[in-house]
């Protein structure tokens, strides 16, 4: 008998051992019901030091009106292309279908490549040529910029192109281009009668009129903010970070549409005061003043991409420096913080996966492109996958930026996504590897990368083991691959419909910007949340007993004390009786649940109801 109780007392301790386990080295931890099932596991996830490719964003080169090829270029997978006008089209007659084929010829193979496209098409191109289409009077290097044949053969060549370009998934966005030199809505150094040398009125009402009829799906980007101000248009500042066009820098600021709208552009290295940009993009890169300079102008400014300065000396160590340090900050960068997802799922039943991501770029990513969550097998192919209901576009980056502390006064937003996904009894028992990634629907392949040091060649952040059926083996994800070194991205023409699964939101509860595990999954019963205790009750910092013969809760903390009760619609705050609706309960499953807002605000926090996403934020005061 007394060999009997010790072992039970040995096996008693090992369990009372294994509640809480830490993986060392990858900030893994989980939680292990009383029946030796893993219960939820958090991860803490680590930012990579690696600047990288991601689609639309970063250094922007360009192909000229008579190059071929769109040239390697390090970081690059976003490229500018000026096309001549004639080359789309030169009679009025010509269709759309002219268009779509000197596409697919010009742009031949470049989703493998997962190269995407900005289009910008011009009619004067200094230095080049002219490319008028037949029928529209020119010779006069001003008035040939004012005639109605112009504006109706413009006007009808956009609602062409967008047949052509708005479902192009090689098409990134859109410059409007087309007027004036270089398509730059000037004829600098002349002038019109009113002095003027931009665009008239009459012409921007006419293009954006036709842009917006044209494009629903692709953003579309005009020269100067303080041109059509009544269209919501993105900037392309083509005298980027130039001291003597502070102004237009300046405009786009105040202009303010960087949330929904992109801002992009080039530093021009031609004229101007060049004592701040080093007069090339070697001269820039290898400086840090000058480096730091361009970086507080894009921060300001929240521009995703840049283009000229991307001609930049790659095998230069001191370049590599500068190019490093502005490829991080140009356009989003997502970092994830925390993942918590099921351990061990049931066949046929359901795995919870909620996440914590920060942008700590400069700019959003402007398409809703889905997030999705996957089940790998030991040799990294897929054996699951289903969709998150997220939207990325509102993963913000911060606001106010201050040079001095080089960061932006508002920080970035701290994100929160969930899904709970059903997995089906088809996929076999065993231990699978949890991995998320952002897809291009043109294919539904990974494509967008979060900036973490975790990550599998293909796209693909591994974040933990997974038992399905079981408790996971391990949490050994293996050797991870380098961001930068990746080249096997690509995306596809032939795009169809998405072939996995589509998670439901469930209710995430965050306090002091940590979202909380539950052992079980909240509740909303008649709009109120209800969570399991224990969960709540700690993460408020307070001292919890239970009484299971009165099926009863006090919780303590200096001198509060919050007593609540089973199937009781009375609960006490230091004896002061409160009226509660719905009453607290216990599961068939022995879970006592209580309400989240009563609970929070008498212990003295805020909380705040996000009902879109299901997400409850307490601020405590301590």
């Not at 910029?145 to 009808?156: C, P, Y």
């Not at 036709?210 to 005009?222: G, I, S, T």
């Not at 306090?511 to 909380?516: C, G, K, P, S």
């Not at 999954?521 to 224990?534: D, L, N, S």
Request: with cysteine; glycine share 8%.
């Amino acid at each position: 008998m007394k060999k009997r109780s010790f072992l039970r007392l040995l096996l008693c301790t090992a369990a009372l051992l294994t509640l809480i386990w830490i993986w060392s080295g990858r900030g893994t931890s989980f939680y292990e019901h009383a029946d030796g099932a893993v219960g939820p596991i958090t991860v803490n996830l680590t930012e990579t030091s690696e600047a990288f490719k991601n689609p639309i964003m970063g250094f922007r080169p360009s192909r000229g009106v008579n190059e071929t090829s769109f040239r390697n270029r390090e970081y690059a997978d976003i490229y500018k292309h000026y096309i001549k006008y004639t080359d789309l089209e030169y009679d009025a007659t010509d269709s759309v279908q002219k268009i779509i084929d000197w596409s697919n010829k010009a742009w031949a193979g470049i989703e493998k490549r997962n190269i995407k496209v900005v289009p910008r098409v011009v009619i004067v191109y200094p230095g080049a040529g002219e490319y008028w289409p037949k029928g529209v009077p020119h010779g006069d290097a001003v008035n040939q910029w004012l005639s109605d044949e112009l504006k109706s053969r413009l006007v009808a060549f956009i609602a062409k192109l967008g047949q052509a370009w708005d479902n192009d998934p090689r098409v990134a966005f859109v410059e409007m281009g087309l007027y004036g030199n270089w398509g730059e809505h000037h004829v600098y150094p002349l002038r019109f009668k009113d002095r003027s040398n931009q665009i008239p009125l009459s012409f921007q009402i006419a293009l954006g009129d036709a842009y917006e009829a044209a494009f629903h799906n692709k953003k579309v980007l005009v020269r100067y903010p303080g041109t059509f101000k009544d269209y919501d248009f993105g900037i392309q500042w083509d005298s980027f970070a130039l001291p003597d066009d502070a102004s237009g820098g300046n405009g786009e600021i105040r202009r303010d549409t960087w949330r929904t709208q992109i801002n992009s552009g080039e530093v021009a290295y031609n004229w101007g005061d060049q004592s701040k940009l080093g007069g090339n993009p070697d001269g820039t890169l290898s400086n840090i003043a000058h480096t730091n300079y361009v970086i507080d102008w894009i921060m300001k400014t929240h521009t995703s991409s840049l283009g000229w300065i991307s001609d930049f000396s790659a095998n230069n160590p001191a370049v590599s420096v500068g190019a490093k340090a502005m490829q991080k900050v140009l356009g989003y960068r997502y970092v994830l913080n925390q993942v918590t997802f099921t351990g061990n799922v049931t066949p046929g039943g359901t795995m919870n996966v909620l996440f914590q991501v920060t942008n700590k770029g400069s700019s959003p990513f402007y398409y809703n492109w889905p997030v999705e969550a996957s089940l790998l097998k030991s040799d990294g192919s897929v054996a699951w996958k289903g969709l998150f209901q997220a939207d990325i576009r509102d993963w913000l980056p911060g606001t106010d930026w201050n040079s001095t502390t080089r960061a932006y006064n508002e920080a970035p937003a701290v994100n929160t996504v969930n899904g709970m996904f059903t997995i089906p009894k088809s996929v076999p028992s065993g231990t699978y590897t949890l991995a998320l990634s952002i897809l291009d629907p043109a294919g539904w392949n990974p494509s967008v990368r979060f900036a973490n040091t975790n990550y599998y060649m293909g796209g693909r952040t591994p974040i933990g083991k997974v038992g399905i059926g079981r408790n996971p083996t391990d949490q050994n994800l293996g050797s991870f691959a380098s961001l930068k070194s990746d080249t096997t991205l690509g995306y596809s023409l032939e795009s169809g419909t998405y072939n996995g699964a589509v998670g439901s939101r469930f209710s995430t509860i965050i306090v002091n910007d940590r979202a909380l595990s539950f052992e079980a999954k909240p509740k909303i019963i008649k709009g109120v949340t209800m969570v399991p205790f224990r969960q709540i009750f700690e993460a408020l910092g307070m001292m919890v007993e239970w009484n299971n013969a009165t099926k009863s809760v006090l919780a303590s903390k200096g001198n509060l004390t919050i007593k609540m009760t089973a199937d009781s619609n009375k609960a006490s705050v230091n004896n002061k009786e409160f009226q509660l609706t719905p009453a607290p309960f216990v599961t068939p499953e022995s879970m006592f649940y209580v309400n989240l807002r009563f609970v929070s605000e008498a212990a003295g926090a805020k909380v705040n109801w996000d009902n879109d996403n299901k997400v409850a934020t307490i601020k405590t005061a301590d």
